[in-house]
C-alpha cells in the first residue's frame, strides 16, 4: 500500500526540523572548538576561513589516502594525517593571507 502524500511531507517536515536541529548542534561545536582556537579574534576573511576548514576536514576524511582512523580516547574515531611534514606548527600563522 502506498503512502498518501500529505503523510509523505509530514515526514518531509519533520526530517526537515531533526536536519536544521543537527546542523545546528554541530555549528554550535565546532564554533566554541574555533573560539577555544582564538578564531573569533582573528579578521579572517570568510572564504579563506572556509578554504582552510574544508583543508581540516579533507585531513579527516577516511577515503584520502594519507589519512588513517585513531581512536580519540573515548572509543570515537578522528582521522590524522600520516605524513607529519604537512601539519601546520602551533604558533602564529606565518602567512598573512586573510588576516587585517
Same mark, same amino acid.
Given at each position: 500500500m502506498k503512502k498518501p502524500s500529505s503523510k509523505i511531507r509530514d515526514e518531509i517536515a519533520k526530517l526537515q526540523d531533526q536536519l536544521r536541529a543537527a546542523e545546528t548542534r554541530e555549528a554550535e561545536r565546532i564554533g566554541r572548538i574555533a573560539l577555544k582556537a582564538g578564531l573569533g579574534e582573528l579578521e579572517i576573511d570568510e !572564504?579563506?576561513?572556509l578554504s582552510r576548514f574544508e583543508?581540516?576536514?579533507a585531513d579527516f576524511r577516511p577515503s584520502? %589516502? !594519507?589519512a588513517r582512523a585513531v581512536s580519540d580516547g573515548r %572509543?570515537?574515531?578522528a582521522g590524522q594525517r600520516e605524513d607529519a611534514s604537512s601539519a601546520i606548527p602551533p604558533g602564529p600563522a606565518s602567512s598573512g593571507i586573510g588576516e587585517a
Open positions: !572564504t579563506v576561513m583543508d581540516i576536514a584520502r %589516502g !594519507t %572509543g570515537k574515531g
